[in-house]
T-cell receptor, first 115, second 113 residues
Framework: GAGVSQSPSNKVTEKGKDVELRCDPI?????LYWYRQSLGQGLEFLIY????????KSGLPSDRFSAERTGGSVSTLTIQRTQQEDSAVYLC?????????????FGPGTRLTVL | GQNIDQPTEMTATEGAIVQINCTYQ??????LFWYQQHAGEAPTFLSY????GLEEKGRFSSFLSRSKGYSYLLLKELQMKDSASYLC??????????????FGRGTQLTVWP
């Protein structure tokens, strides 16, 4: 597609369950980012993939969070044993990579609610 | 870390001009972005500055002073649809980390008729 897509758009889960969030970046974009945004808050960086380099995981809040990017394209963010404080909108963005202006384009987000 | 500050809220009337300021302190600075985010939607790209000066794009302009760690977004001829949160983001290239953006908390702009 023309833009970044994410699925599901909404996810309601029970505390303690695992969830997987998916991101399809713009075709040809080598960089992919995950952020989360709690109500009324700014964007919190989670993880950054650039080409075949090791990802920058410095923003992951705990070891319950992990992400992978298969084939340099689709990415999955996994949250294990979800907690209520994990409730937020999870945004994915992609860009051409650091050799360019590197504008990040965002997907519509996944709204996660942990009951 | 990075310190990126912008006002929390601003209000203005339709047809007016508003300036949203952003200050930052960081090493490895390599550009500043402004994004617009309507409630319940994803951020959308507005502007990018890496050199000092003013970039104009229709009703929106963005200014950067690298020496002062300062940027502003200028919105002219305000319309109701401009009511949104405006996010300032600084690109940091440092060590092996290239292209990472650090976002401010956003400025919620309300445009009144």
């Amino acid at each position: 597609g023309a833009g970044v897509s994410q699925s599901p758009s909404n996810k309601v889960t029970e505390k303690g369950k695992d969830v997987e969030l998916r991101c399809d970046p713009i075709s040809g974009h080598t960089a992919l980012y995950w952020y989360r945004q709690s109500l009324g808050q700014g964007l919190e960086f989670l993880i950054y993939f650039q080409g075949n380099s090791a990802p920058d995981k410095s923003g992951l809040p705990s070891d319950r969070f992990s992400a992978e990017r298969t084939g340099g394209s689709v990415s999955t963010l996994t949250i294990q044993r979800t907690q209520q404080e994990d409730s937020a909108v999870y945004l994915c963005a992609s860009s051409l990579g650091p050799g360019s202006t590197d504008t990040q384009y965002f997907g519509p987000g996944t709204r996660l609610t942990v009951l | 870390g990075q310190n990126i500050d912008q006002p929390t809220e601003m209000t203005a009337t339709e047809g007016a001009i508003v300036q949203i300021n952003c200050t930052y302190q960081t090493s490895g600075f390599n550009g500043l972005f402004w994004y617009q985010q309507h409630a319940g939607e994803a951020p959308t790209f507005l502007s990018y500055n890496v050199l000092d000066g003013l970039e104009e794009k229709g009703r929106f302009s963005s200014f950067l002073s690298r020496s002062k760690g300062y940027s502003y977004l200028l919105l002219k001829e305000l319309q109701m649809k401009d009511s949104a949160s405006y996010l300032c983001a600084v690109r940091v290239d440092r060590g092996s980390t290239l292209g990472r953006l650090y976002f401010g908390r956003g400025t919620q702009l309300t445009v009144w008729p």
